[in-house]
């Protein structure tokens, strides 16, 4: 059963016109999200931000009655609903400021696992193209890692089915309601996706597979990995507007190179070029580009064993409990002296082995 809370965050999210980053305003200034939808056209009107055309046109009572609706089928079609607040909510999507502020999933699968690929391309994929995909999965899978991709036909469903194949938990991020699993050919795929990683989406149920919707999906995908592939895409497409926004959030981008004048080489070319994403050609490369060696890891964690912290590492130490990356943002944040201070400090644990760099301005803990 759901708390009135849940059911106001779900109807926040179903309101037309109020996103993710105005919605999280919203929750800032009144408190809750109940509050929101007891507040006055005055008091909407007083926020920065929101005009006096949108507060009108705002439909609060149908929201509600689709937000319990909601709350209903997640019951009867066995789905979880998660709110930006929640400790399961996956923590690198939270870190976006544009992120959903709720989701809905199904799965048994852990969204926070410390290596997440995520693996995105054409939706009519070279044979070639495939099969790198597939070595690149096969050489992997020793480094413990799991894959998100966005369901769709070509890479996305290759990625998915190779990743059933080897036991590699992989994540399947929807366009469309929870009961709209599409496409349809790959919904076989999408429930042995359960069992080990998951499925889900920000879209409410009954939402049918419109355009619009997916380069906000991929905005997930790009959210909650820490590196992303680019097997094979044209110059245009979702699997470049996939990496454009890995890029902006800081995270590693890979393409294959492909040969020039391939029509699905071009996408991955371009990146390359641009220096939007790095030339890999197997697993191996991107192993090595993550810092996934297993010894390396281990050889820090026996370093860290007797190591005393003082007051400054206990609060960075604080902030890594969790097998998580933490950005250096996270850490300004929370952070009480200056920024010299605080680079020093994280030097000082790297060399102790306390704390392992990734890429993208990330921090593991490593004690």
């Known amino acids: 059963m759901y708390s009135s809370d849940i059911l106001y965050l779900v109807a926040l999210s179903k309101v037309n016109w109020i996103g993710p980053v105005l919605a999280r305003k919203l929750l800032a200034h009144f408190g809750t999200a109940e509050a929101i939808f007891s507040a006055t056209k005055r008091d909407l009107m007083q926020m920065h931000g929101i005009s006096k055309a949108l507060v009108q046109n705002?439909?609060?009572?149908?929201?509600?009655?689709?937000?319990q609706v909601e709350l209903r089928m997640s019951e009867e079609l066995d789905y979880r609903i998660i709110v930006y607040t929640d400790k399961d909510y996956p923590y690198r999507l939270k870190q976006r400021k544009?992120?959903?502020?709720?989701?809905?999933?199904?799965?048994?699968?852990?969204?926070?696992?410390h290596r997440i690929l995520a693996i995105v391309g054409t939706r009519t994929p070279t044979s070639q193209g495939i099969s790198l995909c597939?070595?690149?999965l096969e050489s992997l899978q020793s480094c413990n890692i799991h894959v998100v991709s966005g369901l769709a036909l070509g890479?996305?469903?290759?990625a998915h089915?190779?990743?059933?194949?080897?036991?590699?938990?992989?994540?399947?991020?929807?366009?469309t309601g929870m009961d709209q699993i599409y496409p349809y050919e790959n919904r076989e795929s999408a429930n042995k996706m359960r069992k080990l990683g998951g499925i889900l989406t920000e879209f409410g149920i009954g939402t049918q597979a419109e355009k619009v919707n997916f380069p906000m999906r991929n905005r997930i995908i790009a959210g909650m990995c820490d590196g992303l592939l680019v097997v094979e895409s044209k110059v245009k497409g979702g699997s470049m507007i996939?990496?454009?926004?890995?890029?902006?959030?800081?995270?590693?981008?890979?393409?294959?190179?492909?040969?020039?004048?391939?029509?699905f080489a071009q996408g991955c070319l371009h990146l390359i070029k641009h220096n939007k994403a790095s030339l890999v050609e197997n697993g191996t490369d991107i192993a090595?580009?993550?810092?996934?060696?297993?010894?390396?890891?281990?050889?820090?964690?026996?370093?860290?064993l007797f190591v005393e912290l003082n007051a400054s590492e206990?609060?960075?130490a604080n902030l890594c409990k969790k097998p998580l990356p933490v950005s250096v943002d996270l850490f300004y944040q929370n952070w009480a002296g200056t920024p010299s201070e605080l680079a020093a400090t994280i030097l000082g644990m790297e060399l102790k082995g306390l704390l392992r760099q990734l890429p993208g301005k990330q921090y593991i803990w490593n004690g």
């Open 58 to 67: 705002l439909d609060f009572s149908s929201c509600v009655e689709s937000a």
């Open 98 to 113: 544009d992120s959903p502020i709720v989701l809905y999933y199904t799965g048994n699968g852990d969204m926070d696992h």
């Open 134 to 136: 597939n070595q690149i």
């Open 155 to 158: 890479v996305d469903i290759a």
């Open 161 to 175: 089915r190779k990743c059933l194949e080897l036991d590699i938990p992989t994540y399947g991020v929807m366009g």
């Open 242 to 263: 996939t990496a454009e926004l890995a890029n902006g959030y800081d995270r590693d981008v890979f393409a294959l190179p492909g040969r020039p004048g391939d029509i």
């Open 288 to 304: 090595h580009a993550m810092n996934w060696n297993e010894e390396q890891i281990k050889r820090g964690a026996q370093t860290s």
């Open 314 to 316: 206990q609060q960075l």
